[in-house]
């Protein structure tokens, strides 16, 4: 959220941004030294946690004992023995280096826990405790400049306040108890700590976890632009999402955006587009209506993909991991049903695709497999019958990788369709559905272009989700609208 | 499918037909009558049926008989005797009244078929053979123009060719083995076989299944308008649902839209908006192409609600059954996530809705219940804790009924928040869920303005539809994004 006394950000900050200030190799390797420790932590103190229900300190702890936290870790109460973990008055009592502690006080105890996490030599604070800046008050604002001028002064670098901090399962770090614990290469920081959740979730749902994430919160030490340097410069993260509402730094922000954009992909969610959803960000301050033209100009400049909402973005993250680059905007759309293919050619029409006839060669090749009554070789191609062809598949859609009007392709199933044979015919539609996709699979493979499919939500939606389940382990895409998927695909082409 | 010669739609014609003719009582009647008697077939035959493997006659047989067809059911089979079924070699064989046939032998042999129909007076024939107008070949055209000059001098009514039929529960009429044997007020007429069965099986999987539905192909006899005037007076038929891609008749059929609208709710899904949809709705003409505007400017006058894809015709037929239309464009947006907060108030600006501040009675009366930290009562409300208020939740939600800013009700729900007892509360995540659900709901009803749900799609997808269901099964429409919650919204307030 948008502080207040901060300037919204200007179409001149993002002309400014252009020359990326580069930085020199010693500040560049500090600045990395200095986060990429933050990662490792030898133990952690949960300060504030206590038996009672509720309490949140609990979920945190839990969370960490479920992702295998390697380390000694201790719960911080002045007034009260835990039994849940072993516990210390005050962090100064703990035994032994302690390099990280979440805070979940209340923020008027807050000063006095900062105080003393200096004291003990911590090297970083997340803080949970929420009642500052963005409740839009001098009183919660100024205290957040206080406990950042003490930790600065004292060596503690801060997260948040505000936030759920980090999550990364190989060194045991997690903020709710229910946390996947798979994880992948992709970083992500998000102001929001629900969207950052709900990322990680959906995320690994999708069997493409998340690595390094970092929800923030208010910034009032660590800021996104710190986090998105450092992800630029990871070995263990190949390209980098983040969600943003607002920032109190525009040009930085920006500068470290367009200098990540140039190592690695860059996925942005930003919410607050619209000037209502903008109060609703942050209602204290209009200071960023209207600069939605701003934002995607820098988002633009730093060659990133946007995704307009948390389905989207979860669907470019698939899409980015799974789906190659294509070399155009030619579209195959291979459908069993007639009115399927109609819709998913508008669709891929009004999102700036093509839908282009095949060559020659590529209809006659094709057409020695598809000639049943009630298909032809146009494209969207009615493959009817032929979906159901038992032999096989691969040299049905081995010539779409020779045909040089097509781009990428489009594999639209439903299982209304594909159970077509259930009731009348003596084979089981299950298993045969699940043998003609894998000879569809080897099929794509052997075309070599970036092939996704839509299978639509209609019906029997337990066994939809074990054939995109084997969709998505055999590493294609799957998206359950042609819209979402022509978005995805969007953002993996830059369009 | 648009025909060879026709013409493509005008403005003008759609002007024209706003002076819609009023038919007379008796032709209203008669058209009626005729119409209606199709729907209740003493006797049915299905012409092409054997007992080889895949016979698409085995699938309609199978069809009617799953649907507990009450009267005769024989197969005609000139060359073989058929097991699965009581057979004749000619139509003429069976003795008694036969209202009813449903064709599948290849087109040339059809001609045949249709003079032993007018032979036997044969009410109605259904015809799912293709390979007639739709394939462009001049050959297909002038056969179908000769079935169709046989059936009408021998007074045979003609649906099809290229089509699936009538499909009504209640008369056991359906075409194929797994459609769905609950019905409900909603009429359909679908050009497109896999629309017609695809719009069926989904809105039955929501639990808003349609009534009369016909999928009516080529229209060589039977119109899409002949069906349209019919539901618009049928007592059985509440609303009516239009999946179109081309037609014959420009005037006809506006006019016949535009009368059927002033009588009951019209819901219409175009197939070919963009010129290369149309050409794959149409591949043999460019005829249609660039008369989106026209379609529009029909619709528009008809007062359809409009859906631009499968999915989307679905939420508007749960929307139109389940929400009542709200009297202005404030939505109340309530979340357990301010993140979904702020992308739900952009996709409601985007869509022309308000998310406005609530008056300050509304607020005042919430607060007394949502004055946890982390929350306020402004719109979109951040419910955190308040959802899982262990009390009565009927107050919280009632004074959203008088609100004058708040025409409607919208609720973000997703598992992730609503677990997040899971793992560290002493409470079953499941049953606890459950118990506020229902207590939403009865604070939804206190406040007694339309109420709709998202429920995201993340993580554990199989309890997810269990709640979705539970939401469905209370009376309350349930969308898996906000995007598609507002366009249904939108097109019940016929935006």
Redesign the interface.
């Known amino acids: 959220m948008m502080q207040k006394g901060e300037e919204p950000l200007s179409i001149r900050q993002v002309e400014r941004s252009l020359a990326v200030r580069e930085a020199g190799d010693k500040e560049v390797s500090d600045h990395f030294q200095a986060l990429d420790r933050l990662w490792r932590p030898r133990a952690i103190a949960v300060v504030g946690l206590s038996d009672k ?2 309490n949140m300190g ?2 945190f702890a ?1 969370a960490l004992k ?1 992702q295998g936290f390697k380390g000694p870790l201790v719960g911080v109460n002045p007034g009260a023995e835990v039994k849940s973990l072993p516990s210390v008055r005050r962090l100064q009592d703990f035994e032994g280096p302690l390099d990280h502690i979440i805070i979940c006080v209340p923020a008027r105890e807050i000063e006095g826990v900062i105080r003393d996490a200096v004291e003990k030599g911590v090297r970083c604070a997340a803080m949970f405790t ?2 500052f800046s963005e409740e839009g008050r001098e009183e919660g604002r100024r205290l957040e400049e206080r406990i950042a001028a003490i930790a600065r002064e004292g060596g503690l670098r801060l997260i948040g306040p505000n936030c759920m901090g980090l999550h990364y399962p190989p060194r045991g770090l997690s903020f ?3 946390m996947p614990t798979a994880w992948g290469r992709t970083a992500m920081t998000s102001q ?1 700590g ?2 950052a ?2 990322t990680l ?2 995320c ?2 999708r069997g493409v976890p998340l690595g390094k994430v970092v929800s923030y919160g208010n910034e009032c030490d660590l800021t996104a632009q710190d986090f998105i340097r450092y992800f630029a410069d990871d070995p263990d993260t190949d390209r980098i999402v983040m ?1 943003i ?1 607002g920032t109190k730094n525009g040009p930085e922000l920006i500068q470290a955006m367009i200098a990540a954009g140039r190592k690695k992909p860059l996925i942005v969610c930003k ?7 903008t ?3 942050a ?1 204290h301050t209009g200071a960023l209506a209207g600069s939605r033209e701003v934002w995607q100009a820098a988002f633009r400049q730093a060659g990133a993909r946007v995704a ?4 989207e973005l979860v669907d470019v993250i698939e899409a980015e991991e799974r789906l190659g680059k294509p070399q155009g905007r030619g579209l195959a759309v291979l459908t069993i ?7 998913a ?6 999102h700036g695709f ?2 282009p006839q095949f060559a020659p060669d590529t209809a006659a090749a094709m057409a020695k497999f598809i000639n049943f ?2 298909t032809s070789v ?1 494209n ?1 191609l009615d493959m009817a019958a032929a979906i159901f062809f038992q032999g096989d598949h691969a040299p049905i859609y081995a010539p779409l990788g020779q045909d040089p009007n097509v781009h990428a392709v489009l594999v639209l199933l ?1 299982i ?2 594909i ?2 044979i ?5 084979l089981d539609p299950v298993s045969f559905t699940k043998w003609f996709l894998e000879q569809m699979f080897k099929g794509l493979r052997a075309a070599g272009k970036p092939a996704a499919f839509v299978f ?4 029997k ?2 066994q939809r ?1 074990e054939y995109v389940k084997l969709i998505r382990d055999s590493g294609f895409p799957v998206f ?4 979402r998927a022509m978005k995805a695909l969007k953002a993996v082409c830059r369009m």
Chains 1, 2 share one sequence.
């Open positions: 229900l509720g609990q979920m839990i479920n929420s009642g709710r108890p229910d929001s629900g969207m959740l709900s979730m959906n690994a749902e969600y509402e919410g607050g587009r619209t000037s209502v959803g109060r609703a960000a209602s307009a909402s948390i389905d049903s007639g009115g399927f293919g109609v819709f050619t508008d669709v891929a029409a009004e093509a839908v009554p009630g146009k969207p439903s209304e369709y159970h077509l259930e009731g009348f015919g003596p639509f939500e209609s019906v939606q337990a989700l359950p609208t042609v819209e």
